[in-house]
């Protein structure tokens, strides 16, 4: 892979400062060293120990393992997806439960229906890989509305029954255990509930299937059992942290990092699948994988960003009573505590190496242009349905690239706001020693597809020049006529 390091290898040699001849009376211009940075490296393991213990991610793992459909492929994606979801209820319910009067709960309604909406559309790009599910690769576990013929069940109080046509009685069962139902009438949180079931119903539009959690499903369609699968009354018994003797802040950074670590769990799972289609040449829905990566790691962001809308004086009496300090021998961001998300992390970066695979082409051992040389044939050409599923392909993997580098910037700038500047640099150099900073610093990744495009801005740059010209010297030769 010395192709992509070529770049990062070019070590100014020299340490004398390099002075510019006009100013060299004046001051002397030093120019920086190029550092190749490190990988990125989880906090201490007792630092990530209690922070798994706080999140209870134990017990929360053993629901995400939880194998009940081995020949749905989706199951391992969609399962925690949807307990991301439905944790996100909870937050929900406990933001507007808080009696605190100095809470903004308008705010906290805005962004969690954001938030909420957002992780829908996520869970319908998921569910639509539904679509070509094959006998071999399994069904999800859904429930028809025509089964029963228009026969309501007594034992089942969540069913409804209408008419789909004029002679079509549907008999629709949604989710028994959901928190959203219960939202819905709730007179504080009945805005939020409907909004939410409206935009799972338009959300899901292009789905073989609806979630069923009180949504109109004016399609008539077939029912996910969400009960089976999200196991809402298992997430209930983790609705409390270990030690729930602190400040009303206390269940709110539990909840909104609990529903963190679900989706950093879906991109786990989806990057792993991302590998296996490019190297099944399944350029297509490697893409389509790659740009849910993105929208995860935005969600990401935004998940990160409630914290903005935490009491200061709470958050860091918790902060204190949890004695959630910095890693002074690290210098470690909270973050960092996660090792689930250095892992989605490392894994995100790793997806260049695929790039060779991509593009057909090796790696030149003596670091030459093979891969730039692909890459240009392959924007200027597109003559095959194969090379535009590769061109998406590598625009999503430049888009993880993009979102996850806003990831990490826009938390440094959540943890100067939360606990101040000093404690959140560590009082150290910003660019030499703060993990954060290198992440968010970094040199691009796909070093070969900047060389690519640039030679190729050139290409039609010159070609303009050259058109305009020939278009002078023609309309030079007619006037002299």
Known sequence: MMDFDRKLNMVTSSDKPIKSPRLSNKFSISIPTIVRLGEVSPATDSACSAYEHYLRLPDLKKLWDCKEFPDWKNES???PALQALEITFRLV???LSDPRPYSNRREWKRKLESLAMNQVELIAMICEDEEEFSDTQGKPPTIGLFSS???LSREDSSTEVWKLSSNTTVVSRGSESSLLPRLATWRTAEDIAQNILYSIECEMRRCPYTLGLGEPNLSGKPNLDYDLICKPYNLQSLKKPPSDDFNHENQTVYTTHQILECWIRVSHEILHRVVDRIDSNEFERAANDCWMIERIWKVLEQIEDLHLLMDPNDFLRLKSQLTVKSDSSSSAAFCFRSRSLIDITKKSKNLRHKLPDILGVEVDPLGGPRIQEAAMNLYRKKTKKTEFEKIHLIQSMQAIESAMKRFYYAYKQVL???VGSLEA????SFVSEDSLAHIFLEPT????????KTFLGD???????NKNSVQIETESTHSFE
């Open 149 to 151: 013929a228009g026969v």
């Open 445 to 452: 990744y796909f070093p070969s597809l900047d060389a690519a």
């Open 459 to 465: 290409y039609w740059e010159q070609g303009r020049r």
């Open 425 to 428: 640099q560590g009082n150290q």
């Open 77 to 79: 994606i969609l399962r």
């Open 93 to 95: 319910s406990t933001v």
């Open 416 to 418: 100067v706001i939360m």
